[in-house]
């Protein structure tokens, strides 16, 4: 089922659905990895629902707001995978300036025709 998606489609609608849980409900992104699962954050390597959870809910900031600039996708491999990379602003709570970030998010299927994020690395762009 999901191997037919449009990958483009997918793409823009699980980035859309990731910023908008990070900004309003972080604890809610939980759902979307699983205990395989790894994130590297600002070259931290963490792996499982739990310890991704905390890490993303332990941010040094509690408002933030998501700005995309860009969505790239590719399909990955025989398992109908995804790889989708994510450029554009991140703007704090009270801070005048934007930071510019990028993120990459492999996309593996769930049996239920859905999915998940395998693995998942951020990272501030410093000008």
């Known amino acids: 089922m999901a191997a037919q998606m449009d ?4 793409a823009k609608a699980f980035v859309e659905h ?3 849980t990070f900004d309003n409900n972080r604890v809610g992104l939980g759902g979307l ?3 395989a699962s790894m994130l590297t954050f600002e070259g ?6 739990q310890s991704i959870v905390t890490k993303l809910t332990s941010l040094p900031f509690q408002q933030c707001k998501h700005n995309i600039s860009t969505v790239d996708c590719q399909p990955s491999g025989p398992a109908s995978g995804m790889l989708v990379f994510v450029s554009g602003n991140l703007q704090l ?3 005048e300036h934007a930071l510019k970030f990028s993120q990459m998010f492999h996309l593996m299927p769930t049996p239920q025709g ?6 998942d690395i951020f990272r501030l762009n410093y000008a």
């Open 44 to 49: 931290q390597k963490i792996q499982g629902v």
């Open 33 to 35: 990895y699983q205990e």
């Open 93 to 95: 709570a009270g801070e």
């Open 18 to 20: 990731y910023y908008s």
């Open 7 to 10: 990958p483009d489609a997918v």
């Open 114 to 119: 859905s999915f998940y994020v395998f693995n």
